[in-house]
Structure formats: C-alpha cells, structure tokens
C-alpha cells in the first residue's frame, strides 16, 4: 500500500485557503459578481440575495488578503471604493464557470 504524500505547510496553507474561498457561497457570488462587472460593495448588496454587509466586508477582507480582488478607494465625498478581480481572480472565476457548466450538464 502507497503510503499518502504529506503536503507541505506552505501548500496546505494555499490548501486551506482554497477551502475557505471556494467552500464559502458568498466568497463565489462575490467573485462571480464582481467578474460581472458589479464592482462597488452597496451594488454587491443588493446583487447577492441573503448576504449582510458585516459579512460583506468579511469576505472583501478576506479575497483582498488572499490576492484575488484588488481594493481601490477614490478620495471624494462621500467616500467611493471599488473592487476588481486580480489575475489569480479571473482564473479563480474562470474554473467557477467551468463547474457550473458541468453542473448544468
């Protein structure tokens, strides 16, 4: 019997990440949302059913940090921010669409 490879802590830490991005459906309809277009967190909102702004703010936190939505705050009054996917991003949404697509098959 092949005894398992262990992965790495630096691999189980992208690992993990990976998990909390993809096993979290606001992560995915944010991404998704934001590859749409809809880049501004009030627009976001009212786009994912169900989602509250505390967790909002969560999961922007979170996709900043793990490099896959970059943040841009304007300086005007009121204060305006705007979020874009990163390269790591659209490949991200591109393999979400990919498995969507195979779930509607």
């Known amino acids: 019997?092949?005894?398992?490879?262990k992965i790495s802590l630096k691999s189980r830490s992208?690992?993990?990440k990976l998990e909390d991005v993809i096993g979290c459906k606001w992560?995915?309809?944010v991404l998704t949302n934001v590859g749409k277009g809809i880049?501004?967190?009030?627009?976001?909102?009212?786009?994912i059913?169900?989602?509250?702004?505390?967790?909002l703010s969560e999961r922007f936190r979170k996709l900043v940090?793990?490099?896959?939505?970059d943040k841009k705050t304007f300086n005007e009054l009121p204060p305006r921010t705007e979020y874009s996917l990163?390269?790591?991003?659209?490949?991200l949404v591109e393999i979400i669409a990919q498995i969507q697509q195979l779930d509607e098959r």
Not at 1 to 5: D, E, F, H, I
Not at 49 to 55: D, H, L, N, P, Q
């Open 1 to 5: 019997m092949q005894q398992a490879k």
């Open 14 to 16: 992208s690992y993990q």
């Open 27 to 29: 992560s995915v309809s």
């Open 39 to 47: 880049n501004r967190p009030g627009e976001l909102e009212r786009a």
């Open 49 to 55: 059913e169900g989602i509250s702004t505390k967790v």
């Open 65 to 69: 940090e793990y490099g896959l939505l």
């Open 86 to 91: 990163t390269e790591k991003g659209k490949k």
